[in-house]
């Protein structure tokens, strides 16, 4: 790898299907560096999203797919001393984003919902899940993005009502 740094943990214009380009010659290799970025993914949530897209091509795996893999290698490398900080805040409100994709997916049409939890100024929870259903419409895969989203928010309110915490936060 070189030391040039890289913007984003995968290009913006990888399609990515299934058995496409020439197989992989060693795909354990592909197999066990994809293992590793899962694990990496709790502490890195801005890969989350692209190491879910290459874990769909465990058993279909090709040159391409192993590209995708090294540009996230990249992108992390270039990205070192980058991470999670958790710090004060002037507030305390809790805030989720979410947002989906309509069928971007192209070996299956599904969607990719993704969302973000934070108190204050600090990300305490992150989700990029593909849908299981193939959504018929933008708004579906919105309305199934904020339901997986809301249900988290209610099980956060129950952990901090649990840690005594529910009242501190607005």
Do not use: M
């Given at each position: 790898m070189n030391s040039k740094s890289v913007e984003t943990p995968m290009d913006s214009n990888a399609k990515l299907l299934p058995s496409q380009g020439e197989p992989l010659?060693?795909?354990?290799?592909?197999?066990?560096?994809?293992?590793?970025?899962?694990?990496?993914?709790?502490?890195?949530?801005?890969?989350?999203?692209?190491?879910?897209v290459v874990s769909q091509f465990l058993n279909s795996w090709c040159v391409d797919h192993w590209n995708?893999?090294?540009?996230?290698?990249?992108?992390?490398?270039?990205?070192?001393?980058?991470?999670?900080?958790?710090?004060?805040?002037?507030?305390?409100?809790?805030?989720?984003?979410?947002?989906?994709?309509?069928?971007?997916?192209?070996?299956?049409?599904?969607?990719?919902?993704?969302?973000?939890?934070?108190i204050g100024?600090?990300?305490?929870?992150?989700?990029?899940?593909?849908?299981?259903?193939?959504?018929?419409?933008?708004?579906e895969a919105e309305y199934r993005g904020m339901a997986l989203a809301t249900y988290e928010l209610i099980w956060l309110k129950h952990l901090l009502k649990e840690f005594n915490l529910e009242r501190s936060l607005k």
């Open positions: 010659l060693d795909p354990e290799k592909y197999r066990i560096l994809v293992g590793k970025l899962n694990y990496l993914i709790v502490t890195w949530p801005d890969i989350s999203f692209v190491v879910s995708a893999v090294i540009h996230i290698l990249k992108y992390i490398k270039g990205s070192l001393g980058k991470g999670l900080l958790c710090g004060q805040s002037n507030h305390n409100k809790v805030v989720c984003y979410s947002n989906d994709d309509w069928a971007r997916s192209l070996s299956d049409r599904r969607s990719t919902s993704r969302y973000c939890v934070l100024d600090n990300l305490i929870s992150w989700k990029s899940k593909k849908q299981h259903v193939v959504a018929r419409s933008s708004v």
